[in-house]
Nanobody
Framework: QVQLVESGGGLVQAGGSLRLSCAAS????????MGWFRQAPGKEREFVAG????????YYADSVKGRFTISRDNAKNTVYLQMGSLKPEDTADYYC???????????????WGQGTQVTVSS
């Protein structure tokens, strides 16, 4: 089992930046591919970004490419999502997730955090 706790959400103006953090506990953090997802009101949850076990490979949804950066610090058991040039359409609950295996994908995540809310005002 991996326990995940997100933090860093909040209210920000359009064009601003925010950094989300996700602290993991339980199993060995570096054994897991990590991802960020989001779910806006009335919409389905969608993949945002993923990162490989040692952070070499990353994968982004087209909607955030060039604006968001995923990173991880295995010594701190933490994964981050640096969000820049934020838009009102980025407003959502953001979740981090973990999956076994080596491939960074947009699906197949086994463990989920409780989410942190991000609101971008226009």
């Amino acid at each position: 089992q991996v326990q995940l706790v997100e933090s860093g959400g909040g209210l920000v103006q359009a064009g601003g930046s925010l950094r989300l953090s996700c602290a993991a506990s339980g199993r060995t953090f570096s054994n897991y591919v990590m991802g960020w997802f989001r779910q806006a009101p009335g919409k389905e949850r969608e993949f945002v970004a993923g990162i490989s076990r040692i952070g070499i490979n990353t994968y982004y949804a087209d909607s955030v490419k060039g604006r968001f950066t995923i990173s991880r610090d295995n010594a701190k058991n933490t994964v981050y999502l640096q969000m820049g040039s934020l838009k009102p359409e980025d407003t959502a609950d953001y979740y981090c997730a973990a999956r076994s295996g080596a491939v960074v994908t947009s699906s197949g995540y086994n463990y989920w955090g409780q989410g942190t809310q991000v609101t971008v005002s226009s």
